[in-house]
């Protein structure tokens, strides 16, 4: 089955400082979409990027389909920035999502 | 194989009325959460509820409340719909809250 993979797993920032999340799927897809769980647990989509690149504010999205991967650029990461992302396909095609491993940053003051 | 249930498939309704979409799961799990899929595709998760705790997003009107019978069950009920409402609503089911995550067929509700 459909195996993400997020990397890193973990990430320490000082405030100010630019971030890159991966994210790495295992078979064919044609899209991708970006999460942001909040510590207490409530999700927020960020993107649904079926290819190419896409800018929201400080966040930057880019899909390559034919190579298995998305990546999730933040730039001048802020305190507030701190939470999981998650990576998963959208639900339109399957009945099964899984969402990617995660990479838990922390954005220090 | 389905094992996420929800009905109706599909409701048009006017502002201003109640409706109550069903779902139900049979892979035997604790969590189970409604989505909120918009025209742009995204999923925007509503809620997510096992028994022990009900998670709500803090961007979720009031209008909306989930309803669980039981493991096996949420039911979401929207007081009093207004157009924005109109969109798929996805129910999902997964095992403490892990990675995998079961979707439902969806509910396409048309506020007209």
């Known amino acids: 089955g459909q195996q993400v993979q997020q990397s890193p797993a973990s990430l320490v920032l000082q405030e100010g400082e630019n971030a890159e999340l991966q994210c790495n799927f295992s078979?064919?897809?044609?899209?991708m979409q970006w999460f942001y769980q909040r510590p207490g647990g409530s999700l927020v989509s960020l993107f649904y990027?079926?290819?190419g690149t896409k800018h929201s504010g400080r966040l930057t999205s880019t899909t390559v389909i034919k190579e298995r991967r998305s990546s999730l650029h933040i730039s001048s990461s802020q305190t507030t920035d701190s939470g999981t992302y998650l990576c998963?396909?959208?639900?339109?095609?399957?009945?099964?999502?899984?969402f990617g491993t995660g990479t838990r940053l922390q954005v220090l003051p | 194989e389905t094992a996420v249930f929800q009905t109706p498939n599909y409701h048009v309704t006017q502002v201003g009325n109640e409706v109550s979409f069903n779902c139900k799961q049979t892979?035997?799990?604790?969590?189970m959460y409604w989505y909120k899929q918009d025209s742009k595709k995204l999923l925007k998760i509503m809620f997510s509820?096992?028994?022990?705790?009900?998670?709500v997003n803090e961007t979720v009107p009031r209008r909306f409340s989930p309803q669980s019978s039981d493991k096996a069950h949420l039911n979401l009920r929207i007081k009093s719909v207004e157009p924005e409402d109109s969109a798929v609503y996805l129910c999902?089911?997964?095992?403490?809250?892990?990675?995998?995550?079961?979707f439902g067929p969806g509910t396409r509700l048309l506020v007209l």
């Open positions: 999902a089911s997964s095992m403490g809250g892990r990675n995998t995550q079961y």
């Open positions: 078979t064919s897809l044609n899209s």
């Open positions: 990027n079926p290819s």
């Open positions: 998963a396909p959208p639900s339109s095609n399957t009945n099964k999502v899984v």
């Open positions: 892979l035997g799990h604790d969590t």
């Open positions: 509820y096992n028994n022990k705790q009900l998670i």
